[in-house]
């Protein structure tokens, strides 16, 4: 086997005979191949690989963000994003008052409380949503988001539901839905 590089032309010369292949290599253009039949000069096209570059994929999810936002708190020294011990009041009594009445630390717990309810409001969505109920149901598109607000299921009620639960209670919210949605037909007369 021998090797011939070519030159900043393409240009290259390399002892063969007929009937020889000759092989093209570059990291940036397919493997190409010429079966030499004369000694007169060629002419070879490579075809060129595309070639994408590194696309890194992140987690960017409800919980990443709270974690996120939660490690900024830390950043700016609040560490008990609750109520701390009592008995910090004693052995700690500078950090007891710090971390009761500074306003990064209320900030703090005010985004607690609004991030246990995302959590939670996801948690029902992710089971409770258009698809779950358009498969238990035969509802209209346009009754669907006013369903979806009268019924909502609390976490809790999520929590203890199987997917079959899940079903039947769709189904018996659906009935009292019609019962109370369904149109007055007295005031036609």
């Given at each position: 086997m021998t090797q011939a590089r070519s030159n900043i032309y393409g240009v290259f010369s390399i002892a063969s005979q007929s009937g020889?292949?000759?092989?093209?290599?570059?990291?940036?253009?397919?493997?190409?191949?010429?079966?030499?039949?004369?000694?007169?000069d060629q002419?070879?096209?490579?075809?060129?690989?595309?070639?994408?570059?590194?696309?890194v994929?992140?987690?960017?999810?409800?919980?990443?963000?709270?974690?996120?936002?939660?490690?900024?708190?830390?950043?700016?020294?609040?560490?008990?994003t609750g109520t701390p011990h009592y008995y910090y009041l004693f052995l700690k009594p500078m950090t007891f008052i710090?971390?009761?009445?500074?306003s990064e630390v209320k900030d703090a717990r005010r985004f607690n409380k609004f991030a246990s309810k995302?959590?939670?409001?996801?948690?029902?969505?992710?089971r409770f949503n258009d698809e779950s109920i358009k498969k238990a149901i035969p509802i209209a598109d346009s009754e669907l988001e006013s369903f979806e607000l009268k019924y909502m299921p609390s976490l809790k009620q999520i929590d203890v539901m199987n997917d079959y639960d899940l079903?039947?209670?769709?189904?018996?919210?659906?009935e009292s839905f019609k019962k109370n949605n369904?149109?007055?037909?007295?005031?036609?007369?």
């Open positions: 020889d292949t000759l092989q093209f290599k570059n990291d940036n253009f397919q493997a190409t191949e010429f079966v030499v039949k004369d000694f007169a002419v070879i096209f490579m075809t060129p690989i595309i070639q994408l570059g590194e696309v994929i992140k987690e960017n999810s409800l919980k990443s963000d709270i974690k996120e936002v939660q490690r900024g708190y830390r950043e700016k020294s609040v560490f008990y710090y971390e009761n009445f500074k995302q959590v939670a409001a996801s948690k029902v969505s992710a079903v039947i209670y769709i189904k018996n919210c659906y369904s149109p007055d037909t007295s005031d036609l007369f």
